[in-house]
């Protein structure tokens, strides 16, 4: 029997976020929702504000027989711009800061020490600002969120910025995609 864990990640725009998971091998399950606000229950609207503390996150359960917590991480840092602070791309305001919300003492151990290595390995210019953050309540976002990628491949937005995330991601990960991806 499959076992599964839950990797909750805030890399700027859920829509991005989940295009990508959604592809990887060992994947079960992606869900665009926000986590680590004050506000109970928050809207897509409400986030948008920048008031709710509210972060657009993915949560991701994936089979840890197939896929590891840190192949999520590696995936994770290389998808988003991990030394911008709440902002990725045009997408600016605290709802895109990237933050790991860590479910586990494990988790937690294993996303601050990727940090470290990320920042000793020069690989960014500018120093690691990503979050780690022990999880709280997720909301799941709206229903019209779900799949948007999937659903509306010719929008603007993701022709302009989640298709070129989703081919990186592609290219990079091409040994840990799904079959069919």
């Not at 609207?45 to 027989?65: L, M, N, R, S």
């Not at 999880?135 to 010719?154: L, V």
């Amino acid at each position: 029997m499959a076992r599964h864990e839950i990797a909750t990640l805030g890399a700027g725009c859920f829509w991005c976020t989940e295009a990508v998971y959604r592809e990887m091998e060992g994947v079960t399950a992606v869900e665009p929702g926000y986590m680590g606000g004050h506000t109970v229950n928050p809207s897509y609207g409400d986030v948008c504000t920048g008031t709710t503390g509210h972060v657009e996150v993915a949560q991701v359960t994936f089979d840890p027989d197939v896929t590891s917590y840190r192949d999520i991480l590696e995936a994770f840092f290389s998808i988003h711009d991990p030394t911008s602070l709440d902002r990725q791309g045009a997408d600016a305001g605290s709802q895109y800061r990237s933050v790991i919300f860590y479910h586990s003492g494990q988790q937690r151990a294993a996303a601050e020490e990727a940090i470290r290595e990320l920042n000793a390995s020069g690989r960014y210019e500018k120093p690691i600002v990503t979050e780690v953050r022990p999880a709280g309540p997720f909301y799941a976002a709206e229903d019209y969120h779900r799949e948007y990628f999937a659903n509306h491949p010719q929008a603007p937005y993701c022709v302009a910025v989640i298709a070129p995330k989703v081919r990186k991601f592609r290219a990079k990960f091409a040994a840990r995609l799904k079959h069919g991806a």
